[in-house]
């Protein structure tokens, strides 16, 4: 039992589960569970209403430990002074987002130089926040910004090869 506690708080992000139909949560629990474990557990003696409550509930207990997990490992207080990139990155750990974005700049491009903004059709706004120029004038490129080394992220524009460390502003 102690195994199927630990897969279920450890491995499974039920959180998705919650919002399946009775009939839908069984199958979902089945392809996480697998089916020895599925049967271990008694989890097949339950009615559908039944799996979809506990997946529902699971879900919950997924994000509180994630909190509590999140809130153990970061300090508070002045041991904190000029943590808050290292609290924005563990955070980062307890959440699904992805490798990098795919948007476009709303209007007239050319380029960055020095302290460029750039607002993107998904309404995001982010700012250049290293020094460097780039001038290439186009209307409404496509742009990916992704992920970079300690928390940053770098922006390109699409079949260009320069690219410009940014950060999120909106």
Known sequence: MKQLWAFILVSIPIISLSSLHADEAADALLAKMGP???H???MHRLSPEERAALATWMGAMVEIERERAKDEALPSGEPSFGLEHVTERIGSLFR???DRIESRIIGEFRGWNGNTVFRLE??????QSAPGT???RTENPV?????AMLGSYLLQIEGKNSS???RRIE
């Open 40 to 42: 271990a557990s008694g």
């Open 164 to 166: 410009v460390r940014v």
């Open 96 to 98: 699904n987002s992805p």
């Open 134 to 136: 780039f001038f290439y």
């Open 36 to 38: 020895e474990v599925y």
């Open 122 to 127: 998904n309404g995001q706004v982010w700012r």
């Open 143 to 147: 742009v990916y910004i992704r992920r």
